[in-house]
């Protein structure tokens, strides 16, 4: 098996694209892509993967492997696929990338893209409530930020929290969020405007919300004889791991414990020879508050119960332990459904190269980006390092 | 046509009908086909009693497709008595009164608005119990 490198990347801003469309932004973000890796030419690309996770529910395009290499002139002779696993499936096209490229694949092209804005929030609603178990959740109602709206309940039960307990995140985020020229919303918020957003499922309110909007992000991925070639810092994905659980939170022993995001961290870790302590930036799925803290503590950052409390103290800013969000993340960025995966991992990769601007992590060497479908029934984690 | 769909989950969704473990007396609810590393016959139908407690709730007030009409509404999260937590609306009840612990039974109402198949969609929601 071969390293692998990431060779070019690549984002539209994220957005209420109305005057364009799914092919439109792809095409962006995949020429970006290509801008920035010189050394390397479209006829090169030996494999293409596209994550989407509404594109039949929200724009009725299915084949977008076939549709979207039509559109950038790939070579016919190369496989090209659309992978879902709901706001994982871009992470997921990521993750079989990597394997085709360990596997002796020189090159490969990886896009995330979403077009959801020609719907209103009905719609957008049904299209994420997909993710869970249709029979036995979406049939009742339920939406996806209702059900973790109930974990932010149960946890501040839990634990002993009062409501505005999680208000660190996404003030986090919108600070990070500020600063970042891609990013849906580009203002600060600070606790008082927290306390007085209006709910959307109680007890989540529009400001510990994120939202839906439409956007692409790619990735090139190459193997070490290719990456030697280029110029510039060398980043590697030295850990790359899918892990699952049920879609049915109802069905989880212990619904505050997120399996899949913990197991698939430790295994992506161990691929790099690396534990948890060794990571100096994070991307995680953070649409609300609970649910970066539920995956910080199924990781093991925090102990069970605490993780709001090291937020409230500063650990999750640009110069705190455990960094996350720093180009906005979920709240601020905004939430590109399956496109996300490949922001999170393009906000990485710009940390460990040290051009990430107003909000970079000083000296960060390590990164993990984890990406979640639905309540983290599937989670996807990637493990970058800096080569000196 | 979701006719056939909705048909099929009658006892469930009628009845709160699950499944008992022969053995161990493990309830789970829905049924489900059985793992790969379980006897079928291990398994047999079970009514559940509908009691149980709110494990978490939220109301909603952004609905999805299908379920405007309901304008806000409460879910939960509801333990039954039987071991086995349940995704479902709560109805008869009133936000403030809501709480984590409180016990709750079953009653059968409409789900959602009907679609383009014109079927009403009944099921299983919980009530604050009546004392």
Redesign the interface.
């Known amino acids: 098996m071969t390293n692998v490198y990431i060779a070019g990347m690549g984002a539209t801003a994220v957005g209420e694209h109305y005057g364009r469309d799914l092919a439109d932004l792809a095409s962006e973000a995949a020429r970006l892509a290509l801008a920035s890796a010189p050394g390397i030419a479209p006829h090169q690309i030996g494999a293409f993967y596209v994550g989407s996770a509404y594109s039949e529910e929200l724009y009725g395009q299915g084949q977008l492997g076939a549709y979207l290499a039509s559109v950038l002139g790939l070579s016919p002779s190369i496989p090209a696929l659309r992978i879902e696993a709901a706001g994982a499936s871009g992470a997921m096209a990521l993750y079989q990338a990597v394997q085709a490229v360990q596997n002796g694949l020189p090159l490969a092209l990886v896009v995330g893209v979403e077009k959801v804005t020609d719907h209103l929030?009905?719609?957008i609603?049904?299209a994420q409530?997909m993710a869970a178990d249709s029979?036995?959740?979406?049939?009742?109602?339920?939406?996806l930020?209702?059900q973790w709206?109930?974990?932010m309940?149960?946890y501040l039960?839990e634990y002993g929290y009062a409501a505005d307990a999680f208000a660190p995140f996404p003030i986090n985020a919108h600070a990070n969020g500020a600063k970042n020229p891609l990013a849906l919303y580009r203002f600060a918020i600070d606790a008082n405007k927290y306390r007085k957003a209006?709910?959307?499922?109680?007890?989540?309110n529009l400001l510990d919300c994120s939202t839906l909007a439409d956007g692409a992000a790619a990735l090139l991925i190459a193997g070490e004889q290719l990456a030697r070639e280029l110029d510039g810092p060398r980043i590697r994905i030295a850990g790359s791991a899918v892990a699952t659980d049920t879609p049915?939170?109802?069905?989880r022993r212990n619904?505050l414990e997120l399996h899949a995001a913990r197991a698939s961290a430790h295994i992506a870790l161990g691929r790099a020879h690396l534990g948890v302590g060794d990571v100096h930036v994070w991307e995680l799925t953070d649409p609300h508050g609970i649910a970066a803290t539920l995956a910080l503590e199924a990781i093991g950052c925090y102990e069970s119960g605490t993780a709001p409390r090291y937020a409230a103290e500063g650990a999750i800013t640009p110069t705190g332990k455990t960094p996350i969000a720093t180009a906005g993340g979920y709240k601020a960025r905004g939430d590109v459904g399956g496109a996300s995966g490949i922001y999170q991992v393009i906000e990485i990769a710009r940390q460990l190269s040290g051009t990430a601007g107003a909000t970079q992590v000083a000296n960060a060497r390590v990164g993990l980006a984890q990406s979640l479908g639905g309540i983290g029934a599937t989670a996807v984690s990637h493990v970058l390092i800096r080569e000196s | 046509m979701n006719i056939a769909r909705h048909w099929r989950e009658r006892t469930t969704r009628y009845r709160l009908e699950g499944q008992r473990h022969r053995h161990t007396g493990e309830v789970r609810f829905p049924a489900q086909p059985p793992t790969l590393d379980e006897d079928p016959n291990d398994w047999e139908p079970y009514q559940l009693s509908g009691r149980g407690e709110i494990y978490s709730f939220s109301v909603i007030r952004q609905a999805p497709s299908g379920y405007e009409s309901l304008g806000l509404y409460p879910v939960a999260l509801v333990r039954l008595e039987e071991g086995p937590l349940v995704t479902a609306q709560l109805t008869d009840c009133d936000e403030a009164d809501l709480a984590i612990g409180m016990p709750v039974e079953m009653v059968t109402r409409r789900l959602m608005d009907t679609g383009e198949d014109g079927v009403l969609v009944y099921g299983y929601k919980f009530r604050p119990c009546v004392q």
């Open positions: 929030e009905d719609a609603e049904a409530a029979n036995e959740e979406a049939l009742h109602g339920v939406t930020t209702a709206a109930m974990l309940r149960r039960h209006a709910m959307v499922a109680s007890p989540l049915a939170l109802h069905r619904p």
